[in-house]
Each structure stands twice: as structure tokens, then as C-alpha cells.
């Protein structure tokens, strides 16, 4: 069994920063992309950055420049230091991973259970 654990939300003002961590445990041979997507309320869920294994990595549009991926494949984590940010950045923050799971041999996709990061002066 795979597990996605995230940490690191909360509330903070307009133009501070916060630092989102997403642990992958479990029953793991191996990780693909790993990533971060948000929804806010009332509109779709939306990628907001992806780092490949090999280290590529991809930012929506609205973050580009004020966010950053990373990932320590030693520790199965991936995270989002988010700056500058605003609040049309306030959402429910999912990690997300690709993941072959060692128990079958299967890749899957899995998910966090999400958390809330609210701007708000």
C-alpha cells in the first residue's frame, strides 16, 4: 500500500511564503513525476508545477516565478516553495505521484488528501 502525506499549509498575508512537503511511503519500487495541483472553490482542479524523475520540471502559468518544485528521491518527497504569493492563490494544495507500486508491479497514479493554503490579509 502506497501513502502520500502532505504538510506545510496554512494561512499566511499577501506577499509571504510557505513550503509545502509530500512524503511517499508504503509498498514503493520505484516514483515517476511527482507534482502539485490546487482547487479552488467552485473551479477545477489545476496542475501547478511537476518535476519529472530525471528532473524536469513544468509550472502553471500563474506561478511561474514565484513558485518552486523540488524533490528528494532519497526521501520519496517532493516540494513547493511558494513566494510572493497572492490571494487567487488560496485552494486546497493535492500532491500528487506516479508510482509503481512493488506489491505488483502496477503504475498508478495517487494523491494526498489535500491542504488548505489560504492568503488573506
Known amino acids: 500500500q502506497v501513502q502520500l502525506v502532505e504538510s506545510g499549509g496554512g494561512l499566511v498575508q499577501p506577499g509571504g511564503f510557505l513550503r509545502l512537503s509530500c512524503a511517499a511511503s508504503?509498498?514503493?519500487?520505484?516514483?515517476?513525476?511527482m507534482g502539485w495541483y490546487r482547487q479552488a472553490p467552485g473551479k477545477e482542479r489545476e496542475l501547478v508545477a511537476r518535476?519529472?524523475?530525471?528532473?524536469?520540471?513544468a509550472y502553471s502559468d500563474a506561478v511561474k516565478g514565484r513558485f518552486t518544485i523540488s524533490r528528494d528521491n532519497a526521501k520519496n518527497t517532493v516540494y513547493l516553495q511558494m513566494n510572493s504569493l497572492k490571494p487567487e492563490d488560496t485552494a486546497i494544495y493535492y500532491c500528487?505521484?506516479?508510482?509503481?507500486?512493488?506489491?505488483?508491479?502496477?503504475?498508478?497514479?495517487?494523491w494526498g488528501q489535500g491542504t488548505q493554503v489560504t492568503v488573506s490579509s
Open positions: 508504503g509498498s514503493i519500487f520505484s516514483i515517476g513525476a
Open positions: 500528487h505521484a506516479q508510482i509503481t507500486d512493488s506489491s505488483d508491479a502496477f503504475l498508478r497514479d495517487y
Open positions: 518535476a519529472r524523475s530525471g528532473g524536469t520540471t
